[in-house]
Nanobody, 120 residues
Framework: QIRLVESGGGLVQAGDSLRLSCAAS????????MAWFRQAPGKEREFVAK???????DYADSVKGRFTISRDHAKSTLYLQIDSLKPEDTAVYSC??????????????WGQGTQVTVSS
């Protein structure tokens, strides 16, 4: 099992940028894929972005152009850069690791999440 701890969330204004981090421990992150999800109030959790062990990246259509996923193997950390934040980006952002079903965005390990709140 991999322990995942997110950080970097907060209260920001529309148009601001944030970089979320997800520190992984327990196993090296070099050998498996990781992803970001978010859950807005009253809504189901939704996929945001993912990166495979080989570096292939995919984004949800709703975030393309504003979100950037990346990883630092040396630091065992996954990142999510969010630019031009919008109020509708308000959600708890969680990272996940070890894809069970890559195409359906199912992952084995999850962090607790970090809250991002965007004011208009």
């Amino acid at each position: 099992q991999i322990r995942l701890v997110e950080s970097g969330g907060g209260l920001v204004q529309a148009g601001d940028s944030l970089r979320l981090s997800c520190a992984a421990s327990g196993r090296t992150i070099m050998n498996f894929g990781m992803a970001w999800f978010r859950q807005a109030p009253g809504k189901e959790r939704e996929f945001v972005a993912k990166i495979t062990a080989s570096g292939r990246i995919d984004y949800a259509d709703s975030v393309k152009g504003r979100f950037t996923i990346s990883r630092d193997h040396a630091k065992s950390t996954l990142y999510l850069q969010i630019d031009s934040l919008k109020p509708e980006d308000t959600a708890v952002y969680s990272c996940a690791a070890r894809a069970i079903d890559y195409f359906n965005n199912k992952y084995a390990d999850w962090g607790q999440g970090t809250q991002v709140t965007v004011s208009s």
